[in-house]
């Protein structure tokens, strides 16, 4: 008698998950994709995301799929041949090659490769920039400028700033209080290229020396969304950090923005348009198989990506225009295209 | 009726069911009993499957209170008091009136956990009292030589007619003054059979056992009295050497001549 | 063929009752055999990936592998760094061992109430809630522990910005589900006459639930708690975003610590390159892996004390097994024997002596009833507690999202103007993916479980495999996302499809699946087997029909739990799934989007409205879930009902 009834419930059981199914494929068919266009996959790093989406969604010639997980992903997919388009904050290294068993020598240190790693060639394509912006608690009026030698007080290791009164040119400003830092952790590209401009050699050997967050002594309090930190920094009246600059042009009122010093007195306003200027900005990458010929579909991606309608849209997404950075990027890398 | 172990006056601990009608949803399990339970005797409950032996029995210890949909009308009497009334708390009324059950049921503990459960809940945690409630329960269920020297072993390794004496044993812990069985024996093998029979002969010198039971033979060889049910209704009741030997419904004479159940 | 006919054919004139070659029986039990032993094809895939990583990690002249074991200080990046791996473990230890402190208890306490004095009525709206918050996305509560939880212990107990016990509560009320469903189904299954047994003799209602029907349930407690601190220890998203992300050697609860499953997430997910910070992630995944498989060897043995109420015999045979790694682990569960033998002649000692001081009142029945009421308060409230966080949740999160909430939401593609942006083939790719999990994790976990519950022997393989796949279950879920990359995409070639994330998923909850179903088939009684055996049938015969269609509410509840799982997370398909396309996936080998992955994004962007659109996306993933349980409700509810043993 169980065998009666159990038939009748997977029976039931069968119909129901039928009529999902055959629902959901008729819906698919019903929103037409009856084109088959090339497709393309994109992957890697999580701030060049936002603004491949913004292209992928513009570029009508092709469907193209779009990914995170990180510029490591994004150089590893496209060496492995699971990506057509390889998204990356950071360079190429050497280390990435190894990864997968190639030599890594063949990578330079500007990112580019002397030779092929499983068959592909990886060809660097800077497609816009970052604007790197230090940020401050609302309530901070004595740190709205700060200088490369004074961050690197409050961010390293050598001889850190442990009251705000403690850091060079504002004993006689600032508050006599702990300063508390909000900032991307070492898995961040972000940090990565904050480093490199405070610390000499940073990356090498012969680092002059450490971030605050490999001191450990607590100050630093790292986090892997940029959203937690501006939240953490507008709580907290004595706290710095930084992170990319669509983060602060989403929400200007919530946190107050530093104005940066490479060396000396020259305060650079952190902003889209000043970014000729202003010193921590950092360029994002898409990398190739190879440069591709005039027939190949990624070959019109690129030309539309630097082209004024591709970069157009750079700006609306929260990044720098590579026109505003250096007219040169634009037309050495389109030519290479032709 | 002619009355066997004739006691001293002690009407009040016989059980009175007067009148008692039980009922699941619409279904009218037991119909007007009416039935007088001698104390310090034995009573067998007869009949054909389904006849409402054990719906009887149960409702006695208030068992039938956990089913959803049971309604029981009519008076137990007991002790001077109606067993069936709502003010009556059953948790404290099982620790008098004990169950042993068909299928043997040991706890998932330790034959001690087992048989010391009953009295651990009623307030005696442990120690020197509790090991003689044990061994005393275990002696009086003719058990305690058998496993006497392995206490701290599982239940559930125990044989199917040793499980039943734990069972009992567990029942006899908590010094109930009635002890309820329902087909005690109906999983049992010859041997162990027997040894619960004799065992039952022993209870009855302090005990009244209410024993429901399948098997007419046993009813013979165990029961003082005997009731023959069909159907939720009581059709006989007497003594068991009358009602085997010269029943006086048809009924019942059909039943013991093997004619249908 | 001939020749075999013949031999049959003489066989039967011979002796009819001659072992035949039941060809068909043969040949499903060795599917499920091959079913049980995919678990150890996972785990040596598992194991692969974590040791390859491992050995570079090792072997690097920058470590030490004394100091790994034993240092203090967790600095993996820079000049001088120092990998201890004991500021991990304590993160994990922290947060995983008080999410458990908190979460089983109150989970073991609302099963109780579910299962022993709940209604009818009540049950069958509160279970169908608890399976919701399983749906939950760890996404979900990490902002919510961040935003609602963090501010509230900062306000009252003074700790930091990032903070463990944030996290500590959050994952607490995360693994509820799992403990709260398993346990009452444990419970449940204990057989009605042990309850009526224990009232026979005079026990309240209280008394039986916990000192008959708990210790009854308790290999399928037990279970539940495992499953639960397994999803605690391998949980990333949460942690990362409300703990911290900085290794601390601390047990406060009011620091920020990092534990080691966030660690392998960060640089799994991150831009360092590959070098030695990526490498001491296998490294870290690899204890992690190790530790989940003593946890479960020793909560085994002590399944089996509880159980039995008795002392676990030494039945080894004389013939010893020379690893040391098993001698070690022999010697660790004596001792742990030892130990709890003691406190029970400790106990008991201490019986004799109140005796003997004080003159024992019973406990009276005032004093009983008293007991009574306080236990069922406690558990009602615990439930109360549970439903209140959760309408909390749920009302944030709608009135979060409702807004976005349209008919052009559900048929739109993802934009990047939040105004256009729609979740149509985000749904359609959860769907999907869901479709393809099943398919796969129900016949292979199903299988699994009926290999090892009804025809495996009881040897070392047997339950060696057991362990192997309730490991799997603490696993992290970034592992999983890593294996499925390389095993599914890669070797296998699938490419990042909804196949590939399918299987992926596949893997993911197949323990929950194996888990469940276990329990389940071992609440069936033996007598079934028995009766069904006695009439002449086979083994699989026996299973098919009558263990199985018995054991299907409970299996029912694995299947449900271990989808809301899968349609939920987002860690093992961060490198698969995309987060934009134009189209909807056609073929099981296209790209796709799903539904955790989106949210994940879209939580993570900077501009408000996208938040929104995350709202939005979760209360459709919610109402999705939903309706999966209730279908599925429908069905256990009904075979439950029926149930008369």
Redesign the interface.
């Known amino acids: 008698m169980i065998d009666e009834k159990n038939k009748k419930i997977v029976k039931t059981n069968v119909l129901i998950v039928a009529c999902i199914t055959m629902g959901a494929v008729v819906l698919s068919g019903c929103v037409g994709q009856n084109e088959s266009k090339p497709e393309l996959i994109q992957t890697g790093s999580s701030t060049v995301l936002p603004l491949a989406i913004a292209w992928a969604e513009e570029f009508d010639d092709a469907d193209i799929s779009v990914s995170g997980g990180g510029s490591s992903h994004g150089i590893n997919a496209l060496l492995n041949g699971d990506a057509d388009l390889g998204d990356a904050s950071r360079l190429l290294k050497g280390s990435d090659y190894e990864k997968i068993g190639c030599d890594p020598n063949l990578v330079k240190e500007d990112g580019t490769a002397s030779g092929t790693c499983n068959g592909v060639q990886p060809i660097k394509w800077i497609v816009a920039y970052d604007v790197l912006v230090v940020v401050v608690n609302n309530d901070n009026d004595w740190a709205s400028e700060l200088n490369y030698s004074q961050l690197y007080e409050i961010f390293t290791d050598d001889n850190p700033a442990i009251y705000w009164d403690d850091v060079t040119g504002l004993n006689d400003t600032a508050p006599h209080e702990e300063i508390e830092i909000y900032a991307p952790d070492e898995a961040s590209g972000t940090y990565d290229y904050f480093f490199e401009e405070i610390i000499p050699n940073w990356g090498k050997d012969n680092q002059q020396a450490n971030s605050r967050l490999d001191l450990g002594d607590g100050v630093y309090h790292p986090s892997a969304d940029d959203n937690v930190i501006l939240n953490a920094i507008r709580d907290n009246q004595y706290a710095i950090g930084y992170f990319g600059f669509a983060y602060y042009k989403e929400n200007p009122t919530l946190v107050k923005p530093v104005w940066i010093a490479e060396d000396g007195n020259k305060y650079e306003e952190p902003s889209l348009n000043n970014v000729a200027n202003y010193p921590i900005a950092r360029p994002l990458h898409i990398y190739t198989n190879g440069i591709p010929k005039n027939d190949n579909i990624i070959n019109d991606y690129l030309s539309y990506i630097l082209s004024e309608e591709g970069q157009d849209i750079v700006p609306e997404v929260g990044y720098v225009r590579l026109s505003l950075v250096n007219e040169n990027l634009i037309t050495d890398q389109l030519s290479k295209l032709q | 009726m002619i009355l066997k172990n004739q006691k001293e006056s002690q009407i009040s601990e016989d059980i009175q069911i007067k009148n008692v009608d039980v009922y699941y949803n619409d279904n009218h399990a037991i119909k007007n009993v009416t039935m007088n339970i001698k104390s310090k005797c034995v009573t067998a409950l007869i009949g054909p499957s389904g006849c409402g032996k054990t719906t009887l029995l149960r409702s006695i210890?208030r068992?039938n209170d956990?089913i959803v949909g049971c309604r029981t009308t009519g008076a137990i009497i007991w002790n001077n008091v109606n067993i069936l009334g709502k003010e009556i708390?059953?948790?404290?009324?099982?620790?008098k009136i004990?169950?042993v059950?068909q299928?043997p049921?040991p706890?998932?503990?330790?034959i001690y956990?087992n048989i010391a459960?009953?009295s651990?809940?009623?307030?005696?945690?442990?120690?020197?009292?509790?090991d003689i409630i044990v061994e005393k329960s275990l002696k009086n269920a003719a058990l305690w030589e058998e496993v006497g020297d392995r206490l701290?072993?599982?239940?559930?390794s125990l044989s199917g007619g040793q499980q039943q004496r734990l069972?009992i044993a567990?029942?006899l812990s908590?010094e109930p003054k009635v002890i309820l069985m329902d087909e005690p024996c109906s999983a049992l093998d010859p041997i162990a059979t027997a040894k619960i029979e004799d065992l039952i002969d022993n209870l009855k010198k302090n005990y009244t056992v209410i024993i429901v039971t399948h098997n007419m033979q046993q009813a013979a060889r165990v029961s003082d009295y005997t009731g023959f049910f069909y159907l939720g209704e009581l059709i006989e009741y007497g003594d068991t050497e009358q009602i085997f030997e010269n029943p006086k419904m048809e009924l019942t004479e059909n039943y013991m001549t093997g004619r249908f159940g | 063929m001939k020749i075999v006919k013949k031999i049959f054919k003489k066989a039967d004139e011979e002796n009819p009752f001659y072992m035949k070659f039941n060809f068909r029986e043969k040949i499903i039990v060795f599917l499920l055999f091959v079913s049980a032993s995919a678990a150890i094809a996972i785990s040596i895939a598992i194991i692969y990936t974590l040791a390859e990583g491992s050995f570079s990690f090792f072997t690097n002249p920058l470590v030490n592998f004394l100091e790994f074991l034993t240092g203090v200080k967790w600095i993996p990046s820079g000049n001088n760094p120092s990998f201890g791996i004991l500021p991990l473990l304590s993160g994990t230890v922290l947060i995983a061992g008080g999410a458990l402190l908190v979460g089983a208890p109150l989970g073991l306490a609302a099963a109780v109430f579910l299962s022993e004095f709940a209604g009818y009525k009540l049950r069958s709206i509160v279970k169908p809630i608890i399976e919701i918050l399983a749906g939950i996305p760890s996404i979900v509560y990490g902002f919510f522990a961040l935003m609602f939880i963090s501010p509230i212990l900062r306000e009252y107990f003074n700790a930091n910005y990032f903070n463990a016990a944030s996290a500590i509560v959050v994952i607490a009320i995360m693994i509820l589900p799992i403990v709260i469903s398993i346990s009452d189904d444990a419970m449940k299954a204990v057989p009605n006459h042990l309850r009526e047994t224990s009232l026979a003799l005079g026990a309240t209602k209280w008394e039986t639930a916990t000192k008959v029907v708990l210790p009854a349930a308790s290999s399928g407690i037990i279970a539940s708690v495992l499953l639960g601190l397994a999803r605690a220890i391998g949980e990333t998203m949460v942690v990362v975003l409300a703990a911290g992300s900085i290794a601390n050697l601390t047990l406060n609860p009011f620091e920020e610590t990092m534990t080691m499953s966030a660690y392998i997430a960060k640089v799994a997910t991150g831009d360092i390159p590959p070098g030695i910070a990526v490498s001491a992630g296998f490294a870290v995944g690899l204890v992690l892996f190790i530790i989940t498989y003593f946890i479960n060897t020793i909560a085994a043995r002590v399944v089996i004390q509880i159980k039995t109420g008795s002392r676990v015999k030494k039945t080894r045979k004389s013939k010893q097994k020379n690893i040391l790694i098993i001698s070690i682990i022999e010697k660790i569960l004596d001792f742990i024997n030892s130990i709890s033998n003691l406190f029970k002649r400790v106990k008991n000692k201490l019986g004799y002596l109140r005796n003997n001081i004080r003159k024992s009142k019973s406990l009276t029945l005032k004093r009983r009833y008293l007991n009574q009421r306080i236990g069922i308060t406690l558990i009602s409230g615990s439930i109360i507690c549970v439903s209140i966080f959760l309408i909390i949740l749920i009302v944030n999160i709608i009135f979060s999202g409702i807004d976005g909430i349209s008919s052009s939401f559900l048929t739109s593609f993802p934009s990047r103007f939040s105004s256009k942006a729609g979740i149509l083939p985000v749904i359609m790719g959860s769907i999907y993916l869901m479709l393809i999990t099943l398919i796969f994790a129900a016949p292979l976990g199903i299988g699994a479980a009926i290999y090892l519950n009804e025809f495996a022997k009881d040897t070392h393989y047997t339950r060696f495999l057991r362990r192997i796949i309730q490991n799997l279950a603490g696993v992290p879920s970034i592992v999983f996302g890593l294996m499925g990359l390389t095993i599914f995409v890669r070797i296998f070639n699938f490419g990042p499809s909804l196949l590939s994330g399918g299987l992926t998923l596949t893997i993911m909850v197949l323990p929950i699946i194996v888990v469940t179903t276990e329990e389940a088939l071992r609440a069936i009684p033996y007598s079934f087997r028995e009766a069904s055996l006695g009439v002449g049938s086979t083994r699989w015969q026996t299973v098919r029909h009558h263990v199985l269609p018995n054991a299907t509410p409970g299996i029912l509840t694995g299947i449900i739990l271990a989808l809301s799982r899968a349609i939920g997370e987002t860690a093992p398909l961060l490198f698969i799934a995309a987060v934009f396309a134009k189209t909807i996936p056609s073929t099981i080998f296209d790209g796709f989007l799903a539904l955790p992955t989106q949210i994940f994004y879209w939580t993570t962007q900077p501009q408000v409205e996208f938040h929104t659109l995350a709202a939005s996306t979760i209360i459709i993933l919610l109402i999705i879930l939903l309706a999966m349980n209730t279908i599925a409700i429908i069905i256990r509810q009904r075979a439950q009902a029926r149930r008369d043993w």
């Open positions: 210890n068992m956990e708390d059953p948790v404290p009324l099982r620790r004990g169950m059950f299928k049921n706890f998932p503990k330790s956990d459960y009953g651990r809940i009623h307030g005696i945690r442990g120690g020197k009292k509790l701290e072993e599982s239940a559930m069972c567990r029942t908590i």
